[in-house]
């Protein structure tokens, strides 16, 4: 029996499979990815029939930028003519720029500029104030005051500047007494003749204080609408008090919508105070009218009014730009570069020092 138990297992052993070599295993395609999967740092083999190009070099390439000769043929013409325009103006003696250097700074007409100023600034100011009031009131559920101001607005958008001034400086003729008392009742607590009250400084801040404001009430209820209605939604949702709704959600947004059109405003209010003239007030334009109706130096004193008006809207323009970039804070992710910023930044990238170490570092 034990005989029999030997000789089978001895065939068992004979018939069973010899191991692989270790070469072998080594040849296997599966094998070695088995391999490579088992061993993390190792290289991934290459597929089977690939090529192992070398890296091309392009240190020896030249850049050549790109060019735009029609920029350049765009640039010079543009080039030419502003030398024209400024070879014109240097040579031409009927300018008289010399007659212009004197009249410029001359007392009378720092006083013109002064009182066109005074002009701009009050009626700049109760303009817009009046203008929010009547947004607000377009923009209320009641009718009567939706009614108001939409009329208001109307009218005074409706009429010339000039005829408002004229018929507010001839108010006297309509109303000789102007009282403030209880209605449909004989008390009065102040009454004063219309032509006391109405001067000409008074009756030219009357006429483009209102006109300001129906453009100002137009322009600030367009603000506020382009604000997103959800956000107010949101923050109500949360429980934030509607004055901060409006104070610190509504009215930081409406304004980066009301700023560029309300700075128009401004400069066009600027330029309208010339039309006060038609009342005998001695703003800027009118005293440079006064002036050369009497030297007879036409052009020479209407280019002083020109240079003061440009004087007086480039400020406004920097201020414009400098509030308008405060009012983009949640607009853009980075502020834009102030003027004074990009040259420092110019220089500091283009300084000698620079570009000799950007070459030593090549």
Same mark, same amino acid.
């Given at each position: 029996?034990?005989?029999?138990?030997?000789?089978?297992?001895?065939?068992?052993?004979?018939?069973?499979?010899?191991?692989?070599?270790?070469?072998?295993?080594?040849?296997?395609?599966?094998?070695?990815?088995?391999?490579?999967?088992?061993? @993390?740092?190792?290289?991934?083999?290459?597929?089977?029939?690939?090529?192992?190009?070398?890296?091309?070099?392009?240190?020896?390439?030249?850049?050549?930028?790109?060019?735009?000769?029609? $920029?350049?043929?765009? +640039?010079?013409?543009?080039?030419?003519?502003?030398?024209?325009?400024?070879?014109?103006?240097?040579?031409?003696?009927?300018?008289?720029?010399?007659?212009?250097?004197?009249?410029?700074?001359?007392?009378?007409?720092?006083?013109?500029?002064?009182?066109?100023?005074?002009? +701009?600034?009050?009626?700049?100011?109760?303009?817009?104030? /009046?203008?929010?009031?009547?947004? /607000?009131?377009?923009?209320?559920?009641?009718?009567?005051?939706?009614?108001?101001?939409?009329?208001?607005?109307?009218?005074?958008?409706?009429?010339?500047?000039?005829?408002?001034?004229?018929?507010?400086?001839?108010?006297?003729?309509?109303?000789?007494?102007?009282?403030?008392?209880? @209605?449909?009742?004989?008390? !009065?607590? %102040?009454?004063?003749?219309?032509? +006391?009250?109405?001067?000409?400084?008074?009756?030219?801040?009357?006429?483009?204080?209102?006109?300001?404001?129906?453009?100002?009430?137009?322009?600030? $209820?367009?603000?506020?609408?382009?604000?997103?209605?959800?956000?107010?939604?949101?923050?109500?949702?949360?429980?934030?008090?509607?004055?901060?709704?409006?104070?610190?959600?509504?009215?930081?947004?409406?304004? !980066?919508?009301?700023?560029? +059109?309300?700075?128009?405003?401004?400069?066009? /209010?600027?330029?309208?105070?010339?039309?006060?003239?038609?009342?005998?007030?001695?703003?800027? %334009?009118?005293?440079?009218?006064?002036?050369?109706? !009497?030297?007879?130096?036409?052009?020479?004193?209407?280019?002083?009014?020109?240079?003061?008006?440009?004087?007086?809207?480039?400020?406004?323009?920097?201020?414009?730009?400098?509030?308008? !970039?405060?009012?983009?804070?949640?607009?853009? $992710?980075?502020?834009?570069?102030?003027?004074?910023?990009?040259?420092?930044?110019?220089?500091?990238?283009?300084?000698?020092?620079? /570009?000799?170490?950007?070459?030593?570092?090549?």
């Amino acid at each position: 029996m034990s005989s029999a138990v030997t000789t089978v297992a001895q065939s068992a052993q004979q018939s069973a499979p010899e191991p692989a070599p270790a070469s072998a295993v080594a040849e296997s395609p599966t094998a070695a990815a088995a391999q490579s999967a088992a061993a @993390p740092g190792a290289a991934a083999p290459a597929a089977p029939g690939a090529v192992d190009w070398p890296a091309a070099d392009y240190s020896g390439y030249k850049l050549v930028p790109a060019r735009h000769p029609w $920029r350049w043929v765009g +640039t010079v013409m543009v080039a030419l003519g502003v030398v024209a325009v400024a070879w014109s103006l240097a040579t031409n003696p009927r300018w008289e720029w010399g007659v212009v250097a004197q009249w410029f700074t001359a007392q009378s007409v720092v006083n013109g500029l002064v009182e066109t100023l005074k002009l +701009t600034a009050i009626s700049g100011a109760l303009g817009f104030v /009046l203008g929010f009031i009547l947004a /607000l009131m377009r923009l209320s559920a009641s009718p009567l005051l939706v009614s108001v101001s939409w009329t208001f607005s109307w009218i005074f958008r409706s009429t010339p500047l000039l005829v408002q001034m004229l018929l507010w400086y001839n108010l006297g003729y309509l109303y000789e007494k102007i009282s403030l008392g209880i @209605p449909f009742t004989d008390i !009065r607590f %102040f009454e004063v003749q219309t032509t +006391t009250l109405i001067s000409q400084f008074a009756a030219a801040v009357l006429g483009l204080t209102l006109n300001q404001a129906a453009y100002s009430a137009e322009i600030i $209820r367009g603000g506020i609408l382009s604000v997103d209605q959800g956000q107010l939604e949101a923050a109500a949702a949360l429980g934030i008090p509607a004055w901060r709704r409006s104070t610190r959600i509504v009215l930081p947004q409406a304004m !980066r919508a009301i700023l560029p +059109t309300a700075f128009n405003e401004i400069i066009g /209010l600027v330029k309208g105070t010339s039309i006060v003239y038609v009342l005998a007030y001695s703003e800027l %334009f009118y005293t440079v009218q006064v002036i050369y109706n !009497r030297t007879q130096q036409v052009l020479p004193l209407l280019l002083v009014a020109t240079l003061w008006y440009v004087a007086i809207t480039s400020v406004l323009s920097v201020f414009q730009y400098y509030i308008e !970039r405060h009012y983009s804070k949640g607009a853009v $992710r980075n502020l834009p570069l102030t003027p004074l910023q990009k040259a420092r930044k110019f220089f500091a990238t283009h300084a000698p020092v620079n /570009l000799d170490r950007a070459k030593e570092g090549r």
